[in-house]
């Protein structure tokens, strides 16, 4: 059985949180390997990273912590991790991570290889670490091959995985894998899979993280102006399509970027038999 995985984002809500549960117990059905939980820079989520991580382990369910570390100190970050391994958190995503707003520079680490290396330095092989990889290339990225160094790096500092950023065009998630096996990388990368439900929230965040959304998508997004129940049913059609190519091009795992929603990922799921 293909192993997935789903990320979660933390609520600010009593409701927000009891609605979060029971979406988590909708896809808990599909036995996940782990659910992560996104992290805020700065400490504007560190919190209700950490809280809800805490419920997710309490759940019977292995939960990974996102942890970004750009502003940082080390002694703030020792800290951290502590707190996470004292919780019983065995598997972290080593993000840079972005600067909260008016947050300023500084700090001890610059990107993620710098956190990777800490971690790998101070902890051992105490925590399984996941990195951040782009198919399509970090939109800060100086050009394309310095981003695949960059990558190559991260695991050569110790990253055990890799998730990939979202991606519409499965050649470039398999171009990718196979350039990184070229420079002697053979750990799982795995594809993010984000479910088209929201054309104008897609393309919002599409714009901010560099992830291309091929022409024909966008256009057809478009064109279905504000019909939620086709802009729904295009999107899963979609993603089933890219999800079968994955899985016959021998993929080790799929993570889906579930929203806080279940019903999209699950319908996803249950077509391609996952």
Known sequence: MLPISFEFFPTKTPEGAANQRDVRKALY??????CSVT???GGSTQVGTFSMTQEILDEGVCAASHFSCVGATKASVRDQLVTLKTMGVKRLVALRGDLPSGYGAGGEFHYAIDLVTFIRAEFGEDFHIEVAAYP???PQARNAQADLQAFVDKVNAG??????QYFFNTDAYFRFVDDVYKMGIDVPVVPGIMPITNSAQLMRFSDMCGAEIPRWIRLRLQGFGDDAASIKAFGHDVIVDMVDQLKNGGVPG???YTMNKSAPVLAICDEVGL
Do not use: C
């Open 254 to 256: 799929m993570h889906f």
């Open 29 to 34: 059905a599909k036995k996940p390997e782990f």
């Open 136 to 138: 399509e290339v970090h």
């Open 159 to 164: 990253a055990h995985s890799a998730i990939t």
């Open 39 to 41: 992290f805020g820079a």
